[in-house]
């Protein structure tokens, strides 16, 4: 199987994917929003994958329709596990580790740059959005924004850490801000267009292509 599609559906899980156990047994799963019928991540995630179903709409008003990739069975849950394992970043694999009640193979990032690339490039498709921002001090001028937040539990999330040197340590990482007692989310941010457009040309390549 292709090392840069795995790579691509560990990133693309370290944005969006759990794994828990169930009054069944266990379970795994990737949430999708998406106004258009079922979001082709999820297809392609599934197709790399091999097991689970898609699932949805979910419709909530005022809301994007919900739509999800779900494994029920130990079996197809361990089948992800083995498969995405070695390019997940800890807390997901700590997830399945807890959910299958055992290890999944070392790890094996930082690999190769494009693979790293490629696992950027699924996080991004899972946490990350671009937009426009008012400038602070031009009115009438906007200033292009990559935006990737990520929650952790103590200090920056490492899966912003792995994406910030993915795009070459282009961009700047904030937090850490704190709604409550918890973590709050982190993000990479991106400050100028120069900036974007060479952190966009490092990996939406890769995104397109998958």
Not at 8 to 13: D, L, S, V
Not at 113 to 142: C, I, P, Q, V
Not at 159 to 179: C, M, Q, T, W
Request: with cysteine.
């Amino acid at each position: 199987m292709d090392r840069h599609e795995l790579a691509w559906a560990a990133g693309f899980f370290d944005g969006e994917g759990w794994a828990g156990k169930s009054k069944r047994g266990v379970q795994s799963r990737v949430n999708q929003a998406g106004p258009d019928g079922m979001p082709a991540v999820l297809v392609n995630f599934q197709r790399i994958v091999g097991v689970g179903r898609l699932k949805g709409p979910q419709v909530t008003d005022g809301k994007q329709d919900l739509f999800w990739w779900e494994a029920t069975s130990r079996p197809d849950v361990g089948r992800v596990a083995d498969l995405l394992g070695p390019w997940l970043c800890p807390v997901k694999r700590a997830a399945f580790e807890r959910t299958l009640g055992r290890s999944l193979a070392p790890r094996i990032w930082p690999g190769s740059a494009s693979e790293e690339r490629a696992w950027a490039g699924g996080f991004f498709d899972g946490e990350g959005s671009t937009y426009l921002e008012k400038h602070r001090t031009h009115a009438s001028y906007f200033v292009p924004r990559l935006y990737v937040p990520q929650s952790s539990e103590l200090s920056v999330a490492v899966e912003l850490i792995r994406l910030k040197s993915a795009l070459a340590d282009l961009g700047k990482i904030s937090g850490v801000r704190r709604p409550g007692a918890s973590g709050g989310p982190t993000d990479v941010g991106v400050s100028s267009l120069r900036r974007l457009c060479n952190s966009a040309c490092i990996f939406f390549g890769r995104l397109l292509a998958t």
